[in-house]
């Protein structure tokens, strides 16, 4: 088994309950009638081992259980964070490997065997980067792009072309769900519509609230949107097989590895993931030191077409919006547009968000004074009265407190922007660290994060990326994200988890 020394308790920041034992400790073989007859106990070595010794004294070695991404997600004798869990198959060292075997093929002259491999960087692990570095979102992008290509990767794209393609789908995904509910939220009707981006919160709300899964949005997260683009529409613009392509996502949180090992994600025809490994940003920091290529040291290299920004002039753009994603802004802008005929831009909203300036359409408060839940509501230009209420909620504290009025009947929301991180995802627990762990030294780590995200260039909506219209144009044909295919594509579905062992209280 392969995992990362990155992953650490550490690393830790969205805790739900305290840990139980894990219910596959060691794999589970049927008893041997020689041990069956005279009994067996179980030793303990000195360095941890399990060993099996029968009545007569003989020992025999038991072999540690893998424990995969599906072992979690199947069982619910714990609700805790993924980053406790021990991963198989999603790390730097498989990256390398894979690396490596494909130099070994090609020096053998088996060049055609190789995979093709692909790596997409979130814009929250470039802002951490360029946090940690002193340098630009623009200048980490191009050195990470020399960096990676140097070690044999083929592609490197912008998982923030995810992030645009999960906007536009969620946006209308929003309206007609909307329509079909006449605007009315509660029980039995399918608003509110809650963001299902984060990993760590579709787990939660899978493993203990099921009952809001109907409320969840459908539309892929950017991660998985990426998978489905370099699976699916890359693989045919490059001619080879989904197989023959290893996809690795640069990602700001460990519970990424557990989103990309869904079912739902994987093809049983080309016995593939849409997502093959995902590598934290620490974890990227912990390859390029190993491989002796520091991120300050490493060759720029010029950005691929699919970038969110002019790859030619080697500009980045960025979206309205805090590191969440900016489903908030761009969702609530493209409604007020469709539904009711009301021009609001993104930037407009986030701004009003953040308190920084008023609109004469857009009521902004945040809750009990409380940066990490915020509410926007959308004003009748002639009434004043409110058409939309949207609102952000980050961190398990404030999400336990959003579930026990969704159940009640008292979150009066059409749109809830959902992050299980306090601060939203500059706040992963795959980011960089500060080296003073203090809480107030972490928090201004954090804000600064933030601040690298939000300046990694001008904000720009989808509507209006080039790279997005080329890229659905050329995927889904004249009905673009309309069509079936997008639907198809695009979209992902949310199971409740039996429980079988009852989680301790949680306590704060």
Not at 8 to 29: A, M
Request: include cysteine; hydrophobic fraction near 40%; charge should be neutral.
């Amino acid at each position: 088994m392969s995992f990362s020394g990155g992953l650490r308790l550490t690393d830790l920041n969205d805790y739900i309950t305290p840990g139980q034992e894990c219910i596959k400790p060691v794999p589970v073989k049927k008893t041997t009638a020689a041990a069956a007859a005279g009994g067996s106990q179980i030793r303990v070595g000195e360095a941890g081992d399990y060993y099996e010794v029968t009545k007569d004294g003989d020992e025999a070695r038991l072999e540690t259980a893998k424990i995969t991404l599906n072992d979690c997600l199947a069982c619910s004798g714990c609700v805790t964070s993924a980053e406790t869990v021990l991963i198989t198959m999603q790390s730097h060292h498989e990256l390398v490997a894979v690396l490596e075997e494909n130099r070994r093929l090609r020096a053998a002259g088996e060049g055609g065997r190789a995979r093709r491999v692909v790596v997409t960087v979130a814009p929250q692990a470039r802002a951490s980067l360029a946090h940690k570095h002193g340098l630009s979102p623009l200048g980490v992008a191009r050195r990470l792009t020399g960096a990676l290509k140097a070690m044999g990767v083929d592609h490197v794209l912008d998982a923030a072309v995810g992030r645009d393609l999960t906007l536009a789908e969620s946006a209308r995904e929003f309206v007609r769900r909307f329509g079909e509910a006449e605007g009315r939220v509660g029980e039995g009707q399918r608003l509110p519509v809650l963001a299902s981006w984060c990993p760590g919160w579709v787990c939660y709300a899978e493993k203990t609230h099921a009952e809001v899964l109907p409320w969840m949005s459908t539309t892929r997260s950017p991660q998985q949107a990426m998978g489905a683009v370099v699976k699916g529409y890359m693989a045919q613009r490059l001619g080879v097989a989904p197989d023959r392509i290893y996809h690795v996502a640069v990602m700001m949180c460990y519970d990424k590895k557990l989103e990309a090992s869904r079912d739902d994600f994987y093809s049983d025809v080309y016995r593939t993931r849409d997502v093959d490994c995902v590598v934290t940003t620490g974890e990227v920091e912990r390859m390029l030191a190993e491989q002796e290529m520091p991120l300050g040291a490493a060759p720029e290299a010029a950005l691929d077409p699919m970038t969110k920004g002019d790859a030619a002039r080697g500009v980045l753009y960025s979206s309205a919006g805090t590191s969440a994603g900016g489903g908030l802004e761009y969702v609530l802008s493209h409604a007020a547009r469709a539904l009711f005929g009301i021009d609001v831009a993104p930037e407009a909203v986030a701004a009003a968000g953040r308190g920084e300036a008023a609109h004469p359409l857009l009521r902004a408060t945040a809750v009990r004074g409380q940066a990490d839940h915020r509410e926007v509501v959308l004003l009748d230009p002639a009434t004043g009265q409110p058409r939309l209420r949207f609102a952000a909620v980050y961190g398990f504290r404030h999400l336990q407190n959003l579930v026990r009025k969704l159940k009640s009947g008292r979150a009066a929301y059409h749109y809830v922007e959902v992050a299980a991180c306090p601060g939203a995802c500059s706040n992963g627990g795959g980011q960089l660290q500060p080296a003073d762990p203090s809480p107030a030294a972490k928090k201004q780590w954090v804000a600064e994060t933030e601040r690298a995200y939000a300046a990694a260039g001008p904000c720009q909506a989808p509507d209006d990326s080039a790279p997005l219209a080329e890229l659905v144009r050329d995927w889904f044909g004249p009905a673009g994200l309309d069509s079936d295919a997008a639907r198809a594509a695009l979209h992902t579905q949310f199971r409740g988890v039996a429980a079988k062992a009852n989680p301790l209280g949680v306590s704060w």
